[in-house]
């Protein structure tokens, strides 16, 4: 069923200390823009397509005043049949990015229920091809499990392509299920405070990217522990498009 929606931030501008100027953004060459694009389309959008369940949307959330040539890429995406880009620099949680969200799923989901699953991703993420079938097994409003947070996570260093393996107990990771009348946005509550039922999982189902443009991705690389994947390896966990 078509009831889990991704809430992916692309490049919407936010009131934030680590957010850098608008312009900044789409300066130099490569830009921050091109490089979140690249990875995105080579990491994640790859993982979203290989899913075993392919009921889900992804909500790409972009800045209104993206530049033409960009706004015109990130629209493309949405030739994939799964995706639907909405333009809002509101703040998470709020009455507006809320309602926008709501309207859009309702629109486009193939199913009646009034139950929603709800994940949140950044352009820097992986999940594995199980991912999404994980995620639905794991919640249920029957069982009173209404958020959980996925421990265990791979960290993969975009720069040097190493790997290690943290338990994360608080983790970014976070899925909610609640009603369309009562809706639970995981991003209307911080990482560390989200109060979900903490998973360890057998092998990591997700990853999280360490680059030189996340400090607070940074900061969790020295926690991890060091593992050897091969490429090959690496690629069958993720199905990386190289």
Wanted: glycine share 4%; with cysteine; net charge negative.
């Amino acid at each position: 069923m078509d009831n889990h929606v991704i809430l992916l931030r692309v490049n919407q501008y936010i009131d934030h200390p680590t957010q850098k100027n608008r312009n900044a953004l789409y300066e130099g060459n490569p830009s921050w823009i091109d490089i979140r694009l690249n990875w995105l389309e080579k990491y994640l959008l790859h993982n979203l397509q290989t899913q075993q369940d392919k009921g889900l949307w992804c909500f790409m959330l972009s800045d209104p005043e993206t530049p033409e040539i960009y706004k015109n890429r990130i629209k493309k995406y949405e030739d994939l049949g799964f995706i639907k880009v909405l333009e809002t620099n509101h703040g998470d949680g709020d009455e507006y990015s809320d309602k926008l969200i709501l309207d859009t799923y309702k629109s486009v989901r193939k199913n009646n229920s009034d139950e929603i699953i709800c994940s949140r991703l950044d352009t820097d993420d992986m999940v594995g091809p199980y991912w999404n079938v994980a995620v639905k097994q794991m919640l249920s409003l029957e069982n009173n499990v209404k958020r959980v947070s996925l421990e265990t996570v791979l960290l993969y260093n975009f720069i040097n392509e190493e790997t290690r393996v943290i338990k994360f107990s608080k983790g970014s990771f976070v899925s909610t299920i609640s009603k369309l009348d009562n809706w639970d946005n995981p991003r209307s509550f911080p990482h560390g405070s989200s109060e979900a039922l903490s998973v360890d999982t057998e092998y990591p189902l997700v990853c999280m990217g360490i680059h030189d443009n996340n400090v607070t991705n940074q900061n969790w690389w020295p926690a991890g522990a060091r593992v050897n994947i091969e490429k090959n390896q690496f690629d069958q966990m993720f199905k990386i498009k190289r």
